[in-house]
């Protein structure tokens, strides 16, 4: 079986182009995504101090959930703590841009919301943020998926998602799952 | 062999009695997850058992399996006893150590931290303590096993090393790199904290810190396999390997892009840019290159096996393999589950796929499969192949291997399959009790008690992978040893120095972290972010 | 050894690779992308390069929410490293306060009248530190407590604090009660995901690393335990943070704040 090695080393570089240009497609795959449907991981680099969290004027108590501000941009803030998410269920409109603010007091969680591409790890001493665009109507789960203690089983939300005619806030441009 | 016979059978057997214990704690789990009621239920006992199931199969089996197979080959391909064997015992009894003490505080309930740490939350400080010796062990091994290459190097000038021992090397090298990243994150944040000497901790950078060490050592556990494949699996199916360069390149990559990519780990979160993100990405595409080279230059290999046997035409081949020796069977069975799990990694690496996955049952179902899989079937093989020379017997059952070998591959993707179709409905992670109230976690059931069938048939498969190791002592007949290493087509009389040491590839792995972790790494002591309260779970309130 | 001009190709390919990713990485993840997708959202190439690269908050392809909310918070305790180590240090300035304390509280923390006034022997620091500074800044109110609290100085509490978790707490009294109902226990260790309760042991058991104010319910009188998680659920006691008591406390019946409270008044430690 006569095998040169110069056969040999030309079929393994050939071999080796063909791998490197199915990984370069899929990096280009990533680019694209990038430049047109400007996909991004959900980095965000703006600190919190959790330890006081719950005495700052965005992430207080009051000021959780969906609002819509002054120019109508649509922003949802959620606390993830052991073991819940206040609030336990926020109202997003559909086919309109939203971006999700997320924070913790205590130890790292996460979130995912079941049939969309919100997903992210919400880690203390950082707000974290997902913008998206909800598609159907409907209410989705939002568990937390990362361990954070023994209780993290029970840790879920709902998000709502309302058909935009029926998204309606109120005088502060708050929007609430109460009001229903 | 001198030395490595009764090292090797030591590490072994402490790694497979982890992992069987493992294996039953895992079935629990998957138990405990479904819709069927599990005994002994708690949320306590059931993040202590994960904790157990990720610290015996992660760290204990990993490290002394490849600590046992490195004793073995260094002695076995070099034929010239192991250099320092006290050391060797020495990093044995620091291993057992670590590991129990590991193991009682986690029973103890006093370390439901999961094998990933999970700071602030922080347990006794005896759990990471039992850590640390297990990695100080196995930085004693990769010691030995760099000054027995040396040794034989300076032996045998201009020659090659022999390519087990190569990458044997390649891998310790590696290890110590990898180690760093969580050596730090224990040594400087996490036990501190865990001794009470710190009330707070910097997440984002013990998550950094993490992530250096969460890629490169799952590189670690596979490239044993790999040795299997280029070294071994030739020579047991008949014929030579394709090419021996083409080996040590694909080790020697493994060694420089497996550590500059651990930022893909947390490409979903917050404290890691965009920018950094996307450069460790297409590092990521890079470590793709060495398991695509490794499927070519094997497959190639088997061809030639396959031909020698009389097989014809285009597949031909493949059916013409001597599929009775387990060895061969294993790398079959491995080569379709890393097709699975190859795929599923390259979803993982793209970060808009990612957003659908991650922290869902994909992950966990992807890391078994690959891992628990593709590496430890090889692990199975490895140890049935190398036992009559380390017990003097033959194999008593080349039968009872291959079933045994078949059940874990189809527990595994029983197991798996289901699990990461799971993943993509959304079924998250590290769950102890689902509500299957809800309509919609209601509809996985079935396919929670489908992967939980999968579990039970790969306990049946580790405990008889088990029995087989022991029935070696039942059988009387006298092992005759064969020759154990293939031979390439064209075994080379030199090599570059590029491909015989480490010193060029030393330089580029410091330079490649320098780029894709400096400044990560760095931020942190740039923007001094706010640290987060340590949450004790191993003190009263 | 380092001369071997067979090497020479493998430094050259090895530098092109790393060079040629690292290249294309900063061109189109440190450059390109973030300029792209910051023109078509309004932003300048200058911020877009600055949020893609972590050295300014928000993403590249989407405008940055500004909040301008006021601060309402529910409790004005702030944790610091500094305040933990604190607490854990036992004081003797406590001992010298807690004589005003030992009326209703005890000498030794131990309740005189366990259904009105809570035992504090043994109690989490954290826990006490809590609730003595929100009867201080009016987050919880007591007729009784407010009173004495709010002239204490924010060193005087954490000295009190201290001070009676560093006793021991109050035995078991011998008298025999009848076991907890499953559905209690199974609350108590495993929660209900049903309702997204997690077990009450995740919070308030020993090794849970669960919120650090979360009080150990351990031996506490029946009656107290039970009008303190009333009063979350009529929403009349609001100085959780985060409401994480007030949400638990709203989806537990009536007959399991009885059960619950009864378990943890007779709970082995």
């Keep these: 079986m006569p095998l040169a090695e110069e056969a040999i080393v030309r079929s393994e570089v050939r071999w080796a182009a063909v791998a490197i240009s199915v990984m370069s497609v899929i990096m280009l795959a990533i680019i694209y995504a990038g430049l047109v449907h400007h996909i991004n991981p959900p980095s965000n680099i703006e600190t919190i101090d959790p330890k ?15 609002r819509v501000a002054a120019d109508g941009r649509v922003t949802s803030r959620i606390v993830a703590t052991q073991f819940t998410f206040l609030p336990r269920c926020i109202v997003v409109p559909a086919s309109r841009p939203v971006t999700l603010r997320f924070a913790t007091p205590d130890v790292i969680h996460g979130v995912l919301v079941t049939g969309t591409n919100v997903n992210t790890m919400i880690v203390p001493g950082y707000v974290s943020q997902v913008h998206t665009e909800f598609t159907r109507p409907g209410d989705l789960l939002m568990p937390c998926h990362e361990y954070c203690g023994l209780g993290h089983s029970e840790m879920m939300a709902t998000v709502r998602v309302v058909p935009p005619e029926r998204f309606k806030p109120d005088a502060q441009g708050r929007v609430s799952c109460d009001a229903r | 062999m001198t030395h490595a016979r009764n090292l090797t059978l030591a590490h072994l057997w402490i790694g497979f009695i982890a992992f069987a214990i493992a294996l039953v704690l895992g079935v629990w789990q998957m138990w405990s997850r479904s819709p069927l009621p599990a005994p002994f239920l708690t949320a306590s006992t059931y993040f202590s058992s994960v904790t157990a199931h990720g610290t015996a199969m992660a760290y204990v089996l990993t490290t002394f399996m490849i600590m046992g197979f490195g004793y073995y080959v260094a002695e076995t391909s070099l034929a010239r006893p192991l250099p320092a064997p006290r050391w060797a015992w020495i990093a044995f009894w620091l291993g057992v150590v670590g590991t129990v003490m590991a193991v009682i505080t986690i029973f103890s309930g006093r370390a439901a931290v999961l094998f990933t740490f999970y700071p602030p939350l922080v347990g006794s400080v005896f759990y990471y303590l039992g850590v640390v010796l297990v990695v100080a062990a196995s930085w004693i091994w990769c010691v030995l096993m760099i000054v027995a290459m040396g ?42 904290a865990a001794l009470g000497l710190k009330a707070q901790i910097d997440v984002g950078l013990s998550r950094t810190l993490f992530s250096w060490t969460l890629h490169a050592i799952v590189y670690f556990w596979l490239i044993p396999a790999y040795i299997a494949f280029y070294t071994m699996v030739p020579q047991a199916a008949g014929g030579r390997l394709y090419s021996d360069t083409m080996g040590r390149l694909t080790f020697v990559l493994f060694l420089i892009y497996s550590l500059p990519v651990g930022i893909h780990h947390l490409l979903m979160d917050p404290e890691q840019s965009n920018a950094f993100k996307f450069l460790q990405v297409a590092l990521t595409a890079l470590v793709s290159v060495p398991t695509l080279l490794t499927v070519f230059t094997i497959g190639a290999s088997l061809e030639i096996a396959g031909r020698l046997r009389g097989g014809r035409g285009l597949f031909g081949w493949i059916g013409a393999l001597p599929w009775e020796r387990p060895l061969m069977l294993a790398t079959g069975l491995s080569f379709v589950m ?16 990612n957003a659908m996955v991650h922290n869902t049952s994909w992950v966990t179902a992807h890391f078994h499969l690959i891992f628990g899989g593709t590496v430890v079937i090889m692990y199975f093989a490895i140890a049935y192949t190398i036992w009559p020379s380390l017990t003097g017997r033959a194999a008593p059952s080349l039968a009872a291997q291959r079933t045994q070998l078949w059940l874990w591959f189809v527990g595994m993707l029983v197991m798996t399959l289901p699990w990461h179709y799971l993943g993509l409905l959304g079924q998250w992670r590290r769950v102890a ?56 087509v064209h075994p080379p009389a030199r090599v570059p120095a590029a491909l015989n040491g480490f010193r060029l590839w030393n330089v580029l792995v410091a330079v490649l972290m320098v780029l894709a972790y400096g400044y990560p790494l760095a931020q942190f002591f740039v923007i001094d972010p706010p640290g987060a309260l340590v949450h004790r779970v191993d003190q009263r309130r | 050894m380092d001369a071997d001009p067979r090497d020479r190709p493998f430094r050259l390919w090895a530098s092109v690779a790393i060079l040629a ?52 918070p529910t409790t004005r305790v702030a944790w610091s490293a500094g305040l933990m180590d604190s607490l854990a240090r036992p004081s003797a300035a406590g001992a010298s306060l807690a004589g005003a304390c030992a009326a209703c509280h005890g000498k030794d923390g131990r309740s005189v009248d366990p259904k009105l006034y809570p035992d504090l022997a043994g109690q989490s620091a954290a826990a006490i530190y809590k609730q003595l500074s929100d009867f201080k800044s009016g987050s919880r109110k007591n007729a009784v407590m407010t009173a004495l609290a709010q002239p204490l100085t924010e060193e005087q509490v954490v000295a009190l604090a201290a001070h009676f978790a560093s006793f021991p707490v109050r035995p078991l009294p ?41 009080p150990r319910l351990s031996r506490q009188s029946t009656q107290y335990l039970a009008a303190q998680l009333r009063a979350f659920k009529a929403g009349e006691r609001r100085n959780d943070i985060y409401s994480r008591m007030q949400s638990v406390a709203a989806a537990l019946e009536d007959s399991e704040i009885d059960g619950l409270a009864a378990y943890y008044s007779n709970e082995p430690l």
């Excluded at chain 2, 890393?338 to 796929?353: A, D, K, Q, T, V």
């Excluded at chain 2, 689902?434 to 790969?458: E, H, K, Q, R, T």
């Design chain 3, 21 to 72: 990713v690292f290249a294309f990485s900063v061109l189109f993840g440190f450059v390109l992308l973030p300029i792209i997708q910051g023109r078509a959202a309004g932003i300048d190439a200058f911020t877009s390069i600055c949020r893609a690269l972590g050295l300014a908050p928000g993403s590249p392809a989407a405008p940055q929410p500004v909040s301008d909310a006021k601060a309402h």
């Design chain 3, 174 to 214: 011998p008298a025999q009660v009848a076991a907890p109902a499953a559905a209690i226990e199974r609350l108590v260790a495993r929660g209900d995901p049903a309702r997204a309760i997690a077990a009450c042991n995740a919070c308030h058991g020993d090794r849970s690393g669960g919120p650090v104010e979360a």
């Design chain 2, 338 to 353: 890393l097709g699975f799990g190859g795929f599923g990694g390259l979803i993982n690496m793209s970060y808009g796929m």
């Design chain 1, 52 to 66: 006081t969290l719950h005495l700052s004027g965005e992430f207080t108590e009051a000021n959780l959930g969906t």
């Design chain 2, 151 to 192: 040794q034989w190097k300076r032996a045998n000038p201009g020659r090659p090393v022999p390519l087990a021992m190569f990458a044997t090397v390649a891998n310790a090298v590696m290890w110590l790199w990898t180690t760093a990243g969580v050596a730090a994150e224990l040594l400087f944040q996490v036990i501190p």
């Design chain 2, 433 to 488: 009790t689902f509500n299957y109230a809800d309509p919609i976690i209601a509809a996985w059931g079935p396919w929670v008690i489908v992967s939980l069938v999968g579990g039970v048939l790969l306990l049946v498969s580790g405990l008889y992978f088990v029995y087989n190791l022991l029935q070696f002592a039942v059988t009387r007949e006298a092992h005759v040893p064969a020759v154990l290493y293939a031979t390439a």
